[in-house]
Structures are given as C-alpha cells and as structure tokens.
C-alpha cells in the first residue's frame, strides 16, 4: 500500500477477533481503530485453545504471539467415559506436529494480553457501544450511544455473538439452542492422573466435562448437562447443583470443581445461529463470531476469529485491493465461507453426538470414537487443524479497453450493444435457488464483476477501462405470468423487445449483464411450472458462445445448490485482452503485413464487385436507436430436411441461412438484375488464440468477415450458398478472421473523441450492414437436474453497424432463427417481410430438393 494514504478501518468489538484483526492489518499497512462497548477490557474466567491452524495463520504474516510462555501446549488427548475409563487417545500431538505448529491451550486473559502487546499503539476506544452504521460512496460512519461517531474506510463487525454491526446487516435473528448449559472455571490444581499438557474429555449421559492443562499450575474446565433452554438460557443454580451433577464421576472431575471458588464459575448458554451466507455490504463486513457463531465442541472458535483476520489482512493487501473495498471485502467472504461453514455444520454435529442422553445413542457415540480406525481420526484431525493456504491474489480485471473492447462500448453507448440469451426450465424453481446460482456464476468469471469507467463524451485523455466492482450482484428482475395468460408462451418475446433490447445496462456501475425470469405456474392445460430464463450481456464481455455457456452454468449451479451442495467460489483467471493474446504471427510488424494484405484486398474486391447494403428506409440517430426482433424457427423436422439438403448440395446450414436472408433483401429491394450482396458472419476464434480460451470463459471471441455474394434472381439457392460456404473457408485458410481483430488497433480511432466521424462512416459506407451470427450446432442439455430445458437461443442487439442482424443456433433439435433490426432504418413490417422471406426461400429451396430426391 506504499505510495498512497492507508485505508482506515474501524473495528467494533476487542474480544479475540477483534484484537486478532487489528493485529494483522497494522501488519499489512492498514490504519486501525478498536471500539469497545464494555468500559473496561476484562476478560472473562474462561480458557480456550489457539490451535495449531491459527498459528500456522499467524505465521504468514509474521506474527508469533509467544503462546507457549503464556499457556501450555497440548501434549495429549484422551476421550474417557465419566469414571475416568480409556475410549479412545487421539493423535493429535502427532497431527500438530505434522503441520508444523503446536495447538496451545491458555486463559481468554492471557490470549487478551498477547494480541494487545501486539497490537502495539492501535486505538482502543472503551464504552463505545455501536448504534447506527451509515455507508456512502466514500467509506462509512459509526455512531455510538454516548453520541460520539467514526469514519473510516471500511468497517468490521467482530462484536460477537450480539454483534450490533450484524444486525444492522441483517436485522432481528433467532438463536439456536443446543440444549445444554455450559460451566466454566480456571484454578490452580493438579492431580496424580495428570500430565502435562493434558487435554481430557469426560462422556457420561446427556453431560461432558473437559479438563485442559493451560499452564503455570492452573487447570481449565468446562462442563456441560442438558436441560430445558428456559433453564440453560439463564441458568441461576448453585455450586452444589454442579457438584451433584457430577457426582459419582472420576475423582479428578469432582476434585477441580472442588476446588474452584463458585464466584470463580461461570454458567453460559451453548447456542450459535444459522449460518449467514452474506456477511457484509459495501464496505462493512463481519468477523469471527458476529459472521458464524460456532459450538464450542471443536474448540475451534477463537482459530476460526483468527484465521478470519489473516485472510482478511491479506485480501486487503493484494495490489489495487484498497481502490476498490467493497470488492476486497466481498473477496474476503468468499474465502472464508466454505471453510467457516463447514467448521460450523461439524461443531453442531458433534456436539449432539458428544451430547447423547439415551443408551442407544451412547453406544454409537461411544463406539464410533472406539472403532474409527487411527487413520480416518488423523485425517479429520489434519484437516481441522490445517490452516488453508493464503490463496493465490483474487482474479480482476483492471485494464484499459482494447481497441476491440473500446469500439463495443463506444457503439453501445450510441445504441444499446448486447446479446440476450434464454432458455426455458420446466419445473420447480424458487427464486432464491437462481440467485444464489447467479452470485457463484458472478464469483467465477473476472468479466461478471467489472464496470467501465471513462468519459461519457468522449473527452479526450480520459480513455476507458475495466475496473472491478464489489459488492453488485447481478440484477436478477422477477416476472410472473398467469397461467391463463393467452400470450403466456411469448412473455419471453415481449420482455426482450421491450426491456433488454432497448434498456442500456449501466455500463458506469456494472457489472456488465443482468438476468430475468420469467415464471408461468401450472394451471388448467399447464400441469407444470415454465420458466423462461434471460441473461443480457454487454458485447465487451460477451459472445453468442460466451452467452449461451453462461446460461448453462447457471442452470448447472442451481441444480448443484438445490441438492444442497456448497458451491465453490473459486474464480477462473483474468485474461487479458483479445489483441495480446493472438498467435506471435498477428502481432507486430508481421501482423500489420496481414492486416495491411486483407484491407488491400477487401478494397480491391469492393471497387470491383460494388456490393450492395441494406438500405434505409429512414436515417434514426445513434442516440435515438432500438432495436427490435422477429423471432423465427426451424422445427425438427425442417432441420433434418435443410441439414440433408446442404449435404446434397456440398454447402453448409450458415451457407444456406445467409444466402437465404440475402434473396430475401433482394427481392424486399425490387432486384431484377444479378447484383452483388455482402453479409457478414462471426466467426469464432478461442482455439486459436495464445492460450486457447475455453468456451467457459467470459469474453467476446468473434470476428466478423464479410461475403461478397452474387445474386441472381430466378436461380436457386444452393449455388449462393456454397458460394458463401467456399468463401469463408478462404478467409478462414488465409486468417483473415485474426487479422480484422488488429483493425481497429490500426486503422480505427485512436481515442474515444474521434469516434464519432468513424461510426458515421461504418453505419453510412461500411463494408455491411447485413448479419448472421450462427453459432451451428449447440448442445445444450435437454435436462439439468430436476428441470427438462428447451428453446434454448440467443438475440442481439444492433447498434452502428448493423440494419438487420440475424442469430441462429440449433439446440434441443430445433433451429432458432431471431432477427434484430434498428426499428425506423427498417421498418417492422419490413423487417417481418425480410424474415418471413428468408425462411420461405430456405423452406422452397428444401422441399425442392426432397423433390428432386423423389
């Protein structure tokens, strides 16, 4: 963080995790301040284990708290029945040393201590009890009962159990109880059956007790009896209450209690919460047990606070980390909640385990610990106390647009520029399943978490780029259509034609796509729940490919939520942009050679050839653009029919389709004479580039090529088809799809401000205005989980350099052909003409061919 002003954080709570947090960000250069809502930092009489996973944590950030001096390192651990009697020696010593730390048991007073010496001269600002948190774009503010406040850059919640800074979050919660109350006391003893080090569990009928070696002479216990919550909530008994539970028990258990003074005893509730799957907003997040309250059984509740701390610490230490908290905080979360969840579900597991009160459930319990071979209790053991490795920095993107990128945007912001993608669920859904799917998908790609900062007009020397966002989720908007609804089947339709086609995402904010469903009940003629999903994506980050695998995964992660899997957060890499990862041969000199060879040619071929556009039939401005569509398909039947035509005829299905929409603007034109046309199509090049892209990666990987095809009015269609078909292998063969990428590096503009005259000559005199973007055959899964899918397909927005746009895939054995247009350049009634022609010419061209057959 050298070489700009640290980031403040404030700190609410200066239990374990609030003292171990301020430790590790002074560590890492962050600014701190403790707020403590009791008047005095008083431990209470209570021990606790610091296990070697929190050392271990620690340690990479260069923190030894010198444990072993103030407490005592565990040597062993016994599980014992209530008269003292062997059930099982755990290896954990040996597990301790196998990660390389020592698990160290000592008084919450003496861990206090420690993490305040290291703390150094850190504020710590007593009778602060939080009441209000106010965020805003800057940072945020505390403000306290006694009217004193705080503003910082980012705010921690680590108060505990009764975490203000997680209501405020949150809201009102219910506990969980556990149904026991819980004793604790520390006190100078020893016994002859002890040793050193000891650590030892006591298991009798619905009650445990713990007695731990915590150094110095002094010994921690702990002991826990079911009883009704109204009773362990506010336990008010008596030291001869504890006493007689425990009578008959070994001597040594009865002996501590003995003699530990009853005003040196304290009862506590044993309860924790659900777990919490969002910890934090913008910049405030949570910490130890405000984010995740766990049983004791574990004795991992202070590890967990701590390791909380050190992968915070190191979050906010990642470069550009600090530019964009709200993000590194969202990081944080993801980070930690996998592992913080897990330790939870087993605390709560086995403490109703450990817990038992009938004979059956004490036998499993007890011969579960007795019989579990040496091997499989090491394992768990090594697991709980392996502290995860400080993970790799998080993926972002943070970069300026390439030339590629920066014409997307630019043409997006004269009119919208995005693809829609859909598919339809049959069955059960709930909304809260696709949200949580949405975050995991939002977690996996760079691209999903980024905004695009830059001046709006175009002002020069403010050029722009990607920047992360935190803290935005994907929009998810909600339809819901009556099951009696006429028009219920083409919903879908109405909601692209009118809200995702026009509607621009907020490039400024992000993230850079939003998502709809749009859900019809069963009901009479509909004995199960449709829904039709629809991912928008901004063409900076996303392709027809791109698109389509996204709403794959999203469906795929919700099939994974809803069978109560933990969704990995993990993120795939951050690539750079598409110009720096083409092959060595289209870079430099030897790609400005290609690109040089492509521009003389396609010049050479339109002064010669003179092909013809759509033409408009009004001038729109790019400010006053929208796009419209006309959904169109193929039925199985005429798929199968085109697909053995094109074989007949040696062309492809994309060959037939675009010479079919080139007739079809023809004739809508009035052709009578043999005319050049030229119409584009995306070709895409992921497995080309230097390293390959996998199609499950976010990003815009086509590359327009254009064909200049003749048509002549009266012949058959094939001909033009293989004509377009050969003339794409051409450029394929020649690489003209890589070196069209360098174009705009080349010969485009050379900042945002001089754009406005080359989009001017592209929509005006470009190379064309015509366009299919067919992606072939995609094979989307016919089920996903639970749910049957189908009508899987994409539309596209058209913006500059588009009249009429064309997408088409063949998914779930069907051929969806949709076609965009700018409505006003053409008309809705003629862009339904040029569509409805384009499928009677593929058709007629077919069902002659099946007549030729005949």
């Known amino acids: 963080m050298t070489g700009r002003q640290p980031a403040k954080a404030l700190v609410i709570g200066a239990g374990i995790g609030g003292l171990a947090c301020a430790v590790a960000l002074r560590r890492v250069g962050v600014d701190v301040e403790v707020y403590e809502r009791a008047t005095e930092l008083r431990a209470a009489g209570s021990g606790l284990s610091v296990m070697s996973n929190a050392v271990n944590a620690l340690a990479t950030l260069g923190i030894d708290l010198g444990l072993d001096k103030r407490g005592q390192v565990a040597e062993s651990f016994l599980v014992l029945d209530q008269l003292g009697g062997g059930i099982r020696d755990l290896p954990f010593k040996e597990i301790c040393d196998k990660v390389g730390a020592p698990s160290v048991c000592l008084s919450r007073s003496d861990l206090q201590e420690a993490l305040l010496d290291a703390a150094g001269g850190v504020p710590l600002h007593l009778g602060a009890t939080a009441t209000g948190v106010e965020a805003d774009g800057d940072g945020v503010t505390v403000r306290f009962a006694d009217g004193r406040s705080a503003r910082g850059d980012l705010l921690i919640g680590a108060d505990g159990f009764h975490s203000a800074v997680r209501a405020h979050l949150v809201g009102p919660e219910a506990s969980e109880d556990s149904g026991y ?10 016994h002859p059956v002890l040793t050193p080090g000891a650590v030892r569990h ?22 826990t009896k079911n009883m009704p919550a109204a009773r362990s909530h506010a336990w008010d008994g008596t030291k001869d209450e504890i006493t007689e539970a425990y009578a008959g028990w070994a001597d040594e258990v009865r002996a501590v209690i003995e003699a530990t003074p009853p005003e040196d005893i304290l009862a506590v509730p044993s309860r924790d919460r659900a777990f919490l799957e969002r910890w934090g907003d913008g910049p405030v997040t949570l910490l130890g047990d405000a984010a995740h309250p766990m049983l004791t059984t574990l004795g991992q509740g202070s590890a967990m606070a701590i390791e909380d701390a050190v992968v915070l610490a190191h979050t906010l230490a990642e470069p550009g980390a600090c530019e964009d908290l709200p993000l590194a905080l969202r990081t944080y979360e993801d980070r930690r909640r996998d592992r913080t969840r897990a330790m939870v579900a087993a605390s709560r597991s086995m403490s109703d385990l450990e817990q038992a009160d009938t004979p059956g459930l004490r036998k499993v319990r007890d011969d579960y610990f007795r019989l579990t071979p040496r091997e499989e209790l090491a394992r768990q053991n090594e697991e709980a106390l392996t502290f995860p490795a400080v993970p790799d920095p998080e993926p972002r993107v943070r970069r300026p647009l390439s030339p590629l990128e920066r014409w997307y945007w630019t043409a997006d912001r004269a009119s919208s520029l995005s693809g829609v993608f859909r598919a339809r669920l049959h069955g059960p859904l709930p909304v809260p399943l696709l949200r949580g799917a949405l975050d995991a998908l939002q977690a996996r790609h760079p691209l999903l978490r980024v905004a695009v900062t830059g001046a709006a007009d175009g002002t020069a020397g403010v050029e722009p780029a990607f920047r992360p966002v935190g803290g935005r989720p994907i929009p998810l908007r909600q339809v819901t259509v009556s099951p009696t609804d006429p028009a219920a089947d083409t919903r879908w339709e109405r909601e692209v034609d009118e809200h995702e086609l026009v509607e621009r995402i907020d490039w400024r904010e992000g993230p850079l796509v939003r998502a709809v469903v749009i859900t019809r009940e069963a009901g009479p003629g509909h004995p199960e729940d449709v829904h039709d999903l629809l991912l928008t994506a901004s063409h900076c980050i996303a392709d027809g ?10 469906i795929e992660l919700a099939a994974r939520l809803g069978d109560g899997e933990a969704l990995p957060r993990t993120s795939l890499r951050a690539l750079p942009a598409t ?10 000199a030897e790609g400005a050679a290609a690109l040089t060879a492509l521009m003389e040619r396609d010049q050479e071929e339109t002064e010669r050839l003179r092909p013809r556009r759509v033409v408009p039939s009004d001038p729109v401005p790019f400010g006053e653009r929208r796009t419209r569509m006309v959904h169109r398909s193929l039925t199985a039947e005429q798929l199968e029919l085109l697909v053995r035509a094109c074989r007949r005829h040696g062309t492809t299905v994309h060959g037939a389709l675009a010479a079919a929409m080139v007739t079809a603007v023809a004739r809508e034109a009035g052709t009578s004479e043999p005319a050049y046309f030229s119409i584009g199509s995306p070709v895409d090049f992921r497995g080309e580039l230097d390293p390959a892209v996998s199609y499950d990666e976010a990003g815009s990987y086509a590359a327009t090529l254009p064909s200049r095809v003749l048509y002549r009015p009266g012949t058959p269609l094939w001909p033009m088809a293989g004509a377009i078909g050969r003339d794409l292998v051409a450029r394929r063969e020649r690489e003209e799809h890589l070196s069209v990428i360098n174009l705009l590096g080349r ?17 005006e005199q470009g190379p064309l205005n015509l366009c299919l973007s067919n992606l072939g055959r995609y094979d989307f899964p016919a089920r996903i989980g639970p749910w049957r899918v189908s009508d899987t397909q994409l539309v596209a927005a058209v913006s500059v350099t588009g009249a009429v746009v064309a997408t088409a895939n063949t998914s779930h054995g069907r051929l969806a052909w949709n076609f965009s247009y700018v409505d006003g350049i053409v008309p809705a009634d003629r862009a339904r003409r040029i569509a409805d022609e384009s499928v009677r010419t593929v058709l007629s061209a077919i069902h002659c061919t099946e007549g030729e057959n005949r």
Request: charged share 20%; with cysteine; glycine share 14%.
């Open 181 to 190: 109350v819980c004793w604790l006391g520390i006190v100078p003893f020893d």
């Open 747 to 763: 010969a485009g503009p050379k900042s945002s401000a001089d754009y406005e005259p080359f989009m001017r000559y592209m929509d």
């Open 202 to 223: 006591y298991w009798g009928s619905g009650q445990r007790f713990g007695l731990i070696d915590i150094g110095h002479g002094r010994y921690y216990w702990w002991g």
């Open 579 to 588: 110009e720096d990862l083409l092959p060595r041969r289209h870079r430099g």
């Open 545 to 554: 490919m791109t698109g389509l695998s996204m709403m794959r995964q999203w």
